[in-house]
């Protein structure tokens, strides 16, 4: 059996911030197989609910050097749906209110990544393959190169690393090289981690590691170009010939209409009707005018510039003049925050924004609402629009990155499709394929047929797996 450590910096449900959090929460479970045995390491992390934490067992401890000093290694373990979990315990580095953010990420999670190199040692098990996400994690792809030099435990481990949004590299200052790597400068060159005058952790990640793979297929066709591959698009390019696109799956058994204890009401494609009781749920909680067969649009995003929030700034008032409610769940910049907020107050019961998140209402937002808006400027893959899909909520999105390979637009003539979409970043393009979207949904035979459509449609992680187990075999030579 293929040994897999797969390593990141959050999972659900025991730590999340986004997206991520979410694949590497549902993705080990689907790869689990008679072939595949998967390990998830992840930081003890301070948001960790106590009734996990009261099921994991001490399972010992090692230490790691950062420069000067030495730095404890706690190792929890627990076995969570049928999948291990190793939780890499320090309080100085997680017992945070935040995951990211505190000024000190580049020391945290190159601790991380080390912790997780010397817990496999200590515990003594040498996986077949170590499976990365992002820049949190980069770094091991970089170490386990150094290490396999020097270190019989780590010669022979292939390494995959995923970039889930290219954005966000994990650039620091070139004295982390040394101080916390512990990295000869030989590393700091231009087919090492050197990006400009800093060092690169994803860059790091790409190159060291044996196959890359990135969320959707267009994503990884895009980021190899520079409006998409933030200045990386030169090393995406170098190694294109192991960067592969698989487009992320979510839990079919955690977002399902028929099953789901988030929702008020249950529902599966015999009972759509029933649907608009959870519309109606919504309408009272959050005091808009109740009403059965008015078209309940939503959001439930990040609050970010890259999620096409100006786009809908700018047709914000044109919108709300239609016959159409809104709703909003989420945090992020005050910009949006504010924009939202002082929407709501223009326009009393055709605007609720609610500035946080909370899982259990968003479940209810996804079911209960009639469109779902995703107006990207960039999406490497998107979960929100493939949620929405399973409860019959009807995606309009940009055609980009994931959201192209996800969603088939709406033929209104010959009745196919699973959502809408609009190919340029403009405000009133976007416009336009909301009110095509209310029109469509003004014939309620035929949008009942665009929600059965959706629903149908497979975006589980089965197909996903086995493209990732397709990888694992090669990079193994195992045909």
């Keep these: 059996m293929i040994q897999i450590a797969f ?5 659900a449900p025991f730590a999340k911030t986004g997206g991520l959090a979410d694949v590497a929460g549902s993705l080990p479970k689907a790869l689990n197989s008679s072939q595949l045995n998967v390990t998830v390491y992840l930081p003890l992390h301070a948001k960790i609910a106590p009734e996990y934490r009261k099921e994991m067992t001490f399972a010992g401890s090692t230490s790691v050097d950062l420069g000067w000093r030495t730095q404890y290694v706690g190792i929890f373990h627990l076995i969570y749906e049928g999948v291990s979990y190793f939780f890499i315990d320090n309080e100085f580095y997680f017992k945070r209110h935040q995951l990211y953010g505190n000024g000190d990420d580049a020391e945290r999670y190159i601790y991380f990544s080390k912790a997780v190199l010397a817990a496999m040692k200590h515990l003594n098990m040498k996986p077949d393959i170590i499976h990365t996400n992002d820049w949190h ?43 916390l790597l512990g990295l000869p400068m030989s590393y700091f060159s231009d087919d090492g981690l050197k990006f400009y005058e800093n060092i690169n952790l994803i860059k790091g990640g ?30 995406i390019q170098k190694y294109q010939d192991k960067l592969y696109g698989i487009v992320n799956g ?35 909680k959050y005091g808009l005018p109740v009403d059965a067969n008015v078209p309940m649009l939503s959001m439930v995003t990040r609050l970010a510039d890259m999620k096409g929030l100006d786009l809908i700034e700018c047709i914000l008032d044109e919108l709300l003049e ?22 709501q107050y223009r326009y009393p019961g055709k605007i609720a924004a609610r500035i946080y998140f909370d899982q259990y209402e968003s479940h209810a937002i996804y079911a209960g609402s009639d469109i779902f808006l995703m107006p990207s400027l960039f999406e490497p893959c998107g979960l929100s629009q493939l949620i929405a899909l399973q409860y019959g909520t009807i995606p309009v999105v940009r055609q980009i990155g994931g959201l192209r390979d996800t969603i088939l637009p709406y033929n209104k003539y010959t009745g196919e499709g699973t959502g809408f979409g609009f190919l340029n970043y403009n405000a009133h393009e976007l416009l336009f394929t909301i009110k095509d979207a209310l029109t469509a949904y003004q014939d309620q035979n035929a949008w009942h047929q665009l929600m059965k459509q959706a629903m149908k449609a497979d975006h589980s992680w089965k197909r996903s797996s086995k493209e990732y187990l397709a990888i694992y075999l090669k990079i193994l030579g195992i045909s």
């Design 7 to 11: 390593i990141a910096s959050e999972a």
């Design 250 to 284: 979510i839990d079919t058994d955690l977002y399902s209409p028929k099953k789901d204890q988030n929702i008020p009401v249950n529902y599966d494609l015999r009972s759509l009707k029933r649907k608009k009781e959870i519309k109606m749920y919504l309408q009272v």
């Design 322 to 343: 239609l016959d159409i409610q809104f709703l909003v769940l989420g945090t992020g910049e005050k910009r949006y925050e504010d924009m939202f907020k002082y929407y």
């Design 137 to 179: 994690t980069a770094a091991v792809n970089t170490l386990l190169n150094f290490y396999g030099k020097h270190d019989d435990f780590y010669q022979g481990i292939k390494s995959v690393f995923t970039i889930h949004n290219l954005r966000y590299q994990g650039i620091f200052d070139p004295y982390v090289l040394g101080d």
């Design 206 to 235: 790409i190159v060291f590691s044996d196959a890359v793979t990135t969320v959707s297929k267009s994503y990884a066709e895009e980021i190899a170009y520079p409006y998409f591959g933030e200045n990386l698009e030169g090393v």
